[in-house]
């Protein structure tokens, strides 16, 4: 059985000849929207999932606008608006060191690297501009967010499973 992981979801249709606006989950927009690549579109990862085929995209502001084979009106558009677009896992592209898969650290314990103490996990990844920024999640109280810079995230453990972090003055309201 395949796994899938998310690169995308559809926002609306962009026309009337079948283009699909496209909120990018991905570092690499260009490779998983490029003409001839296969894509797979569904409402969630254990759902099943349509093949669909890349025949157009291009960068809109902060989004993609696709058209895929066999999507040539807004009509068909309109049927997978909402959906979202995954890619399989063996189609993933090999990282640098030092750079995550989001699904690879979702879920993972954050330490405190000073103290050991564990004060939360990863619950969620935002990309709002120059750096991403994690919400962690602790067993009690209220989550809070962290930027991804080296200054707070010190290590990512893939084989341990675990993330230590350093967390600078303000970034967690204990109150």
């Known amino acids: 059985m395949d796994n899938y992981f998310e690169v995308g979801k559809i926002l609306t ?43 157009r995209a291009r960068m809109h502001k902060q989004f993609v606008l696709v058209i895929f084979e066999g999507i040539d009106n807004i009509d068909e558009a309109e049927k997978i608006v909402g959906k979202k677009i995954f890619v399989k896992e063996s189609d993933r592209q090999e990282l640098e060191d030092g750079s995550y898969y989001f699904k690879d650290i979702l879920d993972l314990p954050v330490f405190d690297a000073e103290t050991g103490e564990k004060l939360g996990i990863l619950n969620d ?47 967690r309201d204990e109150d």
Request: net charge negative.
């Open 13 to 55: 249709t962009h026309g009337l000849k079948g283009e699909v606006k496209v909120n990018p989950i991905t570092d690499f927009i260009e490779e998983r929207f490029t003409p001839g690549t296969s894509l797979y579109i569904g409402e969630s990862v254990d759902s099943s999932k349509q093949e669909v085929v890349v025949q």
């Open 125 to 171: 990844i935002e990309t709002p501009g120059a750096n991403d920024i994690w919400e962690i999640k602790p067993e009690n109280g209220k989550s809070f967010w962290i930027p991804n810079i080296a200054s707070v995230v010190k290590k990512v453990d893939l084989d341990n499973k675990r993330i230590e972090v350093s967390l600078l003055e303000g970034l």
